[in-house]
């Protein structure tokens, strides 16, 4: 194995060279390729997995450059069950994480790695996280033996000979091992130990649990890494917003899933708001890294170079942008082949097809029912597109920039039918830490738990932050305490019913009209009203040109009601009572003074 791996290998970084032939030794592949990025590589490897049924060709008029993969029936979602933070210490990892202690991880991972990729390939997959050659980027090194992820480590990152390049002969790397092996459930681990900067996957295909840069070193791994260096790494979009005259502004928002993320990153003005001539610049739609810049300011990059975004309900309404971005050179993960090579979701535009190929590879037609009478899907709910982030119309080339884009202002939101308003502004950064640590969605329909149960989802990081929560909420207090120019801190809510159960707000392109009171609070402009919650928008200052919706309805969505929020606040207790001593004073101090503006 020696001599097949040193046969062609394209750096003199040794102790990455050792690491590879000891893991090809673990896990004994039929052969070792190191991934160049190269196109003519690309084609290779899109041959190979057509030839294996790995990807099936689209059409190639309609959708070029575009393929079709199907994951195991068992292997179509992250598993937050499965994954574990392993470091020394227990309490380290903290109690919203599963915890593994590292020897103990490492044993029964080699168990199941131990000869998994015979009768395969072993990819070397050299990839960058940001800009190469950026203060913020940081490099991994995933070994896989899967075309799929390699073609999608492809579409997400900056990978190839470059970032080899780039890390010369003794650069510091985080180290990625990825095998499907047989695809068990019962022999399945998604195992991050951050004291040593590794990561193992084993036993899914499935891109949230295998495109290692993305979740796993972008958040969980790079949480860590940013308290360590003084940096974070955050479940955010970045997107700009350009007024005519004005420079672009560029803002980060954590939502959990299900909250209109993506939606947002992309958003489209309405009809009512195209006479002002905004622009919309998209960053990115999932993580961000942010670092305080020379100039007092926090600036983000976008560690990813493209989107792997759910399909379910996206169509030309919901998000043009997206439709027109996965048109060609994109990946599509379990949804419904047309007989004419192209692909339907539910939701997507037009009527459903008359027949097709579902997503778990059998005959399908409108209206079928499986045995218990439950509809079958034409593509599963957690179907997924990866497309490059460049084809994107709304892409911004501010993407490179190795320095960032300085942060105006940092939003959080939810799904709540009654507690939080539209929207609102913190009193400063700690409460901004609080109203963050606080967040919540109330669960739906197509969710585990009981509908309209609270799930606590502190800054949309619960499945991603790699330490204790405690540790990460004092780590967000001691960098606004660095910055010289912190971001105002907003909170929005989409999701409010009325008495009929309907959502009040349109939501989707709509939402930009809260974006502009939340710009006009950046320039110090925008009347606000004090409430125990924040700073609300007084009910005429949202713009709703063209809009169809009543001051009653506007006064209803922007109401503080005390009763629901001390009914909210005894949940958001007991929530931080699990981290006892190790919750910063700053957290239970801000709780407390929420109670007494609540109650005078």
Not at 70 to 91: F, M, P, Q, W
Not at 446 to 460: H, I, L, N, S
Not at 555 to 566: I, M, N, T
């Amino acid at each position: 194995m020696r001599k097949a791996v040193e046969k062609s290998v394209p750096t003199n970084h040794q102790r990455l060279v050792h690491w590879v032939e000891e893991m090809a030794k673990l896990c004994q592949p039929d052969r070792v390729i190191w991934c160049d990025g190269s196109e003519e590589e690309k084609k290779r490897l899109e041959q190979e997995a057509v030839s294996t049924g790995e990807l099936i060709e689209l059409n190639k008029e309609k959708l070029p450059g575009c393929f079709l993969h199907r994951s195991a029936h068992n292997d179509v979602a992250r598993v937050e069950g499965l994954t574990y933070i392993c470091t020394c210490k227990k309490d380290d990892a903290g109690p919203t994480n599963n915890w593994m202690a590292p020897r103990e991880a490492y044993e029964k991972a080699s168990a199941i790695f131990r000869g998994s990729m015979k009768g395969r390939a072993m990819y070397v997959v050299p990839f960058c996280m940001g800009p190469i050659g950026s203060e913020f980027s940081k490099i991994g090194i995933e070994l896989t033996d899967s075309i799929y992820v390699v073609l999608n480590m492809r579409i997400m990152t900056r990978m190839g000979q470059a970032v080899l390049d780039a890390l010369g002969s003794d650069g510091g790397f985080t180290k990625g091992l990825h095998s499907k092996a047989d695809l068990r459930m019962d022999r399945r681990f998604i195992l991050h130990f951050p004291e040593d900067s590794t990561i193992w996957s084993v036993g899914s295909g499935y891109g949230g649990n295998v495109l290692l840069g993305k979740k796993c070193l972008a958040l969980r791994i790079g949480s860590w890494l940013g308290r360590q260096e003084g940096w974070m790494a955050e479940h955010m979009l970045i997107l700009g917003i350009e007024k005519p005259g004005s420079p672009v502004k560029y803002v980060t928002a954590a939502f959990p899933s299900a909250c209109g993320k993506t939606n947002l990153a992309m958003v489209v003005p309405p009809e009512g708001l195209k006479r002002k001539g905004y622009k919309i610049w998209t960053v990115g739609d999932d993580i961000a890294w942010l670092r305080i810049g020379d100039d007092g300011r926090l600036r983000a990059v976008n560690p990813e170079s493209g989107f792997f975004g759910v399909l379910q309900g996206t169509n030309s309404k919901t998000n043009p942008i997206a439709i027109l971005t996965m048109r060609r050179n994109s990946i599509f993960t379990n949804v419904l082949l047309r007989p004419d090579g192209t692909v339907w979701w539910e939701g997507a535009d037009g009527e459903p097809p008359t027949e097709g190929i579902d997503w778990r590879g059998n005959p399908w037609r409108p209206g079928m029912k499986d045995e218990d009478g439950k509809p079958i899907f034409a593509a599963h709910p957690n179907s997924r597109f990866t497309a490059p982030i460049s084809q994107c119309p709304t892409y911004t080339d501010k993407m490179e920039d190795p320095s960032g884009v300085p942060i105006s202002a940092i939003i959080f939101g939810g799904r709540h039918a009654r507690v939080a308003p539209l929207v609102y502004e913190s009193f400063n950064w700690q409460h901004g830490v609080y109203v963050g640590a606080q967040m919540a969605s109330e669960r739906t329909a197509a969710q585990v738990g009981k509908v309209g149960e609270v799930r606590r989802d502190p800054m949309a990081m619960i499945p991603f932050c790699g330490y204790n929560m405690a540790d990460y909420w004092r780590h967000w207090l001691q960098m606004g305490r660095k910055l010289k120019y912190p971001p105002k801190i907003f909170h929005v809510n989409w999701f409010q019913t009325g008495k009929d159960g309907q959502f009040l707000w349109p939501g989707f392109r709509d939402n930009l009209r809260v974006l502009e009171w939340i710009l006009e609070r950046v320039d110090g402009e925008g009347d606000a009203d004090e409430t125990a919650v924040g700073y609300v928008p007084r009910s005429d200052r949202l713009d709703l040109t063209g809009l169809d919706l009543d001051q009653a309805s506007m006064k209803e969505l922007l109401a503080v009601d005390r009763r629901e929020w001390l009914a909210d606040l005894k949940l958001q207790e007991e929530f931080f009572a699990q981290f006892g001593d190790r919750l910063p004073q700053e957290i239970t101090d801000e709780k407390d003074n929420l109670r007494k503006r609540l109650t005078t």
